[in-house]
């Protein structure tokens, strides 16, 4: 049952550029979209997230971008830098539920 | 304020044991959910607790099941372990009771090892 992927593993970029994360989606009644950073041994940390009556939320470095009749919702980070390394996840929910994770992109931000 | 914590940090077991996770929730969070990330894989919703009581479960067999103390601390154990059973467990609290879009707040998890 995958209802939100993110098709690429991994992803690599050098510092200052700009870093641009995707996440589909199927299901037409996510409402909420959040994304998740995850260094090694740690467990996951909020990020950003976006309501499906926004198309952008910003947050210093980081846009997210939602596009709702793509059911697709990307995340870009600008200027990327080496901290910024790490899986990031997509986890968008509806009726507050919290159970949809995609299976996460790992970002590496190369000095 | 104290993050969520688990233990035990690893978890080594032989295949056809049970093993016994453990989740403290930030304080004044009382809902509770677990998740395994396997190898490669994204998170995987396993349980959700709230008040003491299971609220909803992943598509898991039964041999994962957990409870949820009166101090909202949580148990996963999983019975029969099995070889695929190996990954990562993460418990993660949350202030509201499914009733509102706020964050997870993540443990480091416990590292589930079947050999």
């Known amino acids: 049952d995958q209802q939100v992927k993110q098709n690429s593993p991994s992803l690599s970029v050098q510092e200052g550029r700009i870093s641009i994360l995707n996440c589909d989606y199927t299901?037409?009644?996510?409402?909420?979209f959040l994304w998740y950073k995850k260094y090694p041994a740690e467990g996951p940390t909020f990020l950003i997230s976006?309501?499906?009556?926004?198309d952008k939320n910003e947050d210093g470095r980081f846009t997210v971008f939602l596009n709702k009749s793509a059911k697709h919702l990307s995340l870009h980070i600008v200027p990327s830098q080496p901290g910024d390394s790490a899986v990031y996840f997509c986890?968008?929910?509806?009726?507050?539920?919290?159970?949809?994770f995609g299976s996460g992109t790992k970002l590496n931000v190369k000095p | 304020e104290a993050g969520v914590t688990q233990s035990p940090t690893h978890l080594i077991k032989t295949r056809g044991q049970q093993a016994t996770l453990r989740c403290s929730p930030i304080?004044?969070?009382?809902?509770v959910y677990w998740y395994q990330q396997a190898l490669g894989l994204g998170l995987q919703f396993l349980l959700w607790y709230d008040e003491g009581e299971e609220r909803n479960r992943g598509n898991f067999p039964p041999r994962f099941s957990g409870r949820q103390f009166p101090n909202y601390s949580s148990e996963l154990n999983v019975n029969a372990l099995e070889l695929e059973d190996s990954a990562l467990y993460l418990c993660a609290s949350s202030p509201d009771r499914g009733e509102y879009n706020s964050p997870l707040h993540f443990g480091n998890g416990t590292r589930l090892t079947v050999t």
């Open positions: 986890a968008p929910s509806y009726n507050f539920n919290k159970f949809y």
């Open positions: 304080s004044g969070h009382t809902s």
């Open positions: 976006i309501s499906s009556i926004k």
């Open positions: 299901n037409s009644m996510f409402d909420y």
